[in-house]
């Protein structure tokens, strides 16, 4: 059985991961070693394996006795450990959900809906390491694979609506404490039936501008507020979080870099869990009808689930609450602009936790189990 070292099980789509490992048995087929870098000798999660304890995850003697490490850590942990691990001569496998190595020519990036040759024969000729694309790049993919099937996308405009867990455990904790602290402040206010909302407002505001609210993470309010701005900043005005879109996609279709033109804002809201998106497609042939693409878009995956654009489906079944903690493509408001007819608006909700980071993880782990 493949020995499979796990890095990063405890945060968030570390936790993910197991939990998704467990409901599919997948730990049957392996035999797992749990690692940490904050509690080693710690308890292990009981997934039925022999070794109960923690062990270093910078201890590169134990981990070069892996066939396999699958980190969830941060590319923090990759770029430290990696070229350890290589001086070391490890052999086996390295399966990271970090951005660490995604653009290297060492890695392939792992969405198997959409590129599952390109990973079978990356193992059959040697690749060793596979990265997990950012989540919004695997949401926005799963999610217009019809079109892309179809050849019918020319460049592809993205504005990305992405919740707080996408930055980890501490930032979800964080919004939540912030929603705490602003309805704290006007609590006694809402229980009036006819209060000033312009001191409800006031009093809000303030506390938004003032140092009690918790900021640590975020480096800002996020509770009753948006920060469209998501990882550092690159000199041509990007933000890197928009700068992988273009990259990760072509890599991951197998196309040329920037073949397939792709561009947007990433932008930090208040939901907990699941990314939206907004995109502007343009088509590379407007004559397709709506229904004709509604019909591609189904086909495009069995995750897609294809919303009718209405108020109450819309409300209904296109919200990251309607998707969280499933593996649910909502793909809906979808019509033409009066742009004209080769502009197509769509705007689609998948969870970033599971096919944007855990599920493409856990199916490359079952590839492995069946081909390494
Ligand atoms: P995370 O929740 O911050 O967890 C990473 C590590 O932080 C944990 O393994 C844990 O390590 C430590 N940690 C510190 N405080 C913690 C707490 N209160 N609860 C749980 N863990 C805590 O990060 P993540 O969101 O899972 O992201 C991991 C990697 O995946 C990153 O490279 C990220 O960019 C990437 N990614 C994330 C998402 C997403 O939606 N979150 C999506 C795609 C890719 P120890 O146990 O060793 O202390």
């Given at each position: 059985m493949l020995r499979v070292g796990f890095i990063g099980w405890r945060g968030m789509v570390g936790s993910v991961l197991m939990k998704?490992?467990?409901?599919?048995?997948?730990?049957?087929?392996?035999?797992?070693?749990?690692?940490?870098?904050?509690?080693v000798g710690g308890v292990a999660p009981d997934m039925g394996q022999k070794q109960k304890t923690l062990l270093d995850a910078y201890d590169i003697k134990a981990l070069l006795n892996l066939d396999c490490i699958v980190t969830t850590q941060g590319g923090d942990y990759t770029n430290k450990v990696m070229p350890q691990l290589k001086d070391a001569g490890f052999k086996g496998f390295f399966v990271d959900a970090s951005s660490a190595l995604r653009v290297s020519d060492e890695s392939i990036l792992i969405l198997d809906p959409i590129n599952y040759s390109q990973i079978v024969n990356g193992i059959k000729s040697g690749t060793k390491i596979y990265s997990g694309s950012n989540c919004t790049v695997s949401l926005m993919l799963l999610a217009i694979s019809g079109l892309l099937k179809h050849n019918?996308?020319?460049?592809?405009?993205?504005?990305?609506?992405?919740?707080?867990?996408?930055?980890?455990?501490?930032?979800?904790?964080?919004?939540?404490?912030?929603?705490?602290?602003?309805?704290?402040?006007?609590a006694k206010d809402l229980q009036d039936k006819n209060p000033d909302i312009l001191d409800i407002d006031r009093k809000v505001s303030a506390i938004l501008h003032s140092k009690q609210l918790p900021t640590e993470y975020f480096g800002a309010p996020l509770a009753g507020n948006v920060l469209p701005w998501i990882d550092s900043g690159l000199d041509n005005g990007q933000t890197k979080e928009e700068w992988k879109g273009m990259v990760e996609a072509n890599k991951i279709l197998g196309f040329a870099p920037n073949t397939l033109k792709i561009d947007g804002?990433?932008?930090?809201?208040?939901?907990?869990?699941?990314?939206?998106?907004?995109?502007?497609?343009?088509?590379?042939?407007?004559?397709?009808?709506?229904?004709?693409?509604?019909?591609?878009?189904?086909?495009?995956?069995?995750?897609?689930?294809?919303?009718?654009?209405?108020?109450?489906?819309?409300?209904?079944?296109?919200t990251p609450v309607s998707v969280n903690g499933t593996l649910d493509i909502a793909v809906g408001r979808v019509r033409k602009l009066n742009l004209g007819d080769d502009y197509l608006s769509i705007f689609t909700v998948g969870d970033q936790l599971l096919w944007g980071a855990a599920e493409p993880i856990r199916r490359m782990i079952n590839i492995l189990v069946e081909y390494a």
């Open positions: 998704r490992m467990q409901d599919s048995q997948d730990f049957k087929k392996l035999n797992a070693v749990f690692f940490s870098t904050s509690a019918l996308v020319e460049w592809v405009n993205s504005q990305t609506y992405q919740a707080a867990s996408g930055a980890g455990a501490n930032n979800m904790r964080e919004l939540l404490s912030q929603c705490g602290v602003m309805h704290e402040v006007v804002n990433c932008v930090r809201v208040g939901s907990l869990r699941s990314h939206s998106q907004a995109l502007t497609i343009k088509l590379k042939d407007g004559k397709a009808s709506l229904d004709e693409i509604e019909d591609i878009i189904k086909s495009g995956n069995e995750w897609v689930r294809f919303v009718k654009n209405n108020k109450p489906d819309t409300l209904k079944y296109l």
